[in-house]
T-cell receptor, first 117, second 112 residues
Framework: SAVISQKPSRDICQRGTSLTIQCQVDSQVTMMFWYRQQPGQSLTLIATANQGSEATYESGFVIDKFPISRPNLTFSTLTVSNLSPEDSSIYLC??????????????FGQGTRLTVV | GEDVEQSLFLSVREGDSSVINCTYTDSSSTYLYWYKQEPGAGLQLLTYIFSNMDMKQDQRLTVLLNKKDKHLSLRIADTQTGDSAIYFCAESISGGYQKVTFGTGTKLQVIP
């Protein structure tokens, strides 16, 4: 299994600023994922982050707005840039665990609740 | 493309059984998951089933998978007020990409 620590757990930010969310996994993992959960909605995948390569973004999400870093096999950051109230959501980090491409169960951090004012 | 659907709301009385249903479209799904999200909290993995299984039981939880109909269900026996939450069905597509696609979520309300 993989234990994911995500911080901050919540933040209130001014519009126009940026927030960087950190995700630390207790073991080396190949793939890490960032999701967004807008109020009352399900989870939507923002991007997939592989170590050593640029993140792969889903339709509707762009690198300028959601830059991602993946400096090593246990850590990733997601920045939400130029914040607007529409960015108020829960952001979750996830991994499917393991340092292989074998499919495994998915683990999630506790999420970061962002409120933009 | 992948699509996972659930009914939005379920209300049961304390002590009764709850059954939350889910349908999915991608037959290449490898893992199917049930997550629980309590108000203001993150996602808790409740249980999962591998696609070559029909059933999995874990204490009060029973997962049934009908691959032919692409139907997944979660049964909670002796439902308690602490089970009130949103339950997400999710699937993980086989292969190296491994992203998880979530259903719309079912809000379970347990009436004392």
């Amino acid at each position: 299994s993989a234990v994911i620590s995500q911080k901050p757990s919540r933040d209130i930010c001014q519009r126009g600023t940026s927030l960087t969310i950190q995700c630390q996994v207790d073991s080396q993992v190949t793939m890490m994922f960032w999701y967004r959960q807008q109020p009352g909605q399900s989870l939507t995948l923002i991007a997939t982050a592989n170590q050593g390569s640029e993140a792969t973004y889903e339709s509707g999400f762009v690198i300028d707005k959601f830059p991602i870093s993946r400096p090593n096999l246990t850590f990733s950051t997601l920045t939400v840039s130029n914040l607007s109230p529409e960015d108020s959501s829960i952001y979750l980090c996830s991994t499917t665990g393991g340092y292989t491409f074998m499919n495994t169960e998915a683990f999630f951090g506790q999420g970061t609740r962002l409120t933009v004012v | 493309g992948e699509d996972v659907e659930q009914s939005l709301f379920l209300s049961v009385r304390e002590g009764d059984s709850s059954v939350i249903n889910c349908t999915y479209t991608d037959s290449s799904s490898t893992y199917l998951y049930w997550y629980k999200q309590e108000p203001g909290a993150g996602l808790q993995l409740l249980t999962y089933i591998f696609s070559n299984m029909d059933m999995k039981q874990d204490q009060r939880l029973t997962v049934l998978l009908n691959k032919k109909d692409k139907h997944l269900s979660l049964r909670i026996a002796d439902t308690q007020t602490g089970d009130s939450a949103i339950y997400f069905c999710a699937e993980s597509i086989s292969g190296g990409y491994q992203k998880v696609t979530f259903g719309t979520g079912t809000k379970l309300q347990v009436i004392p």
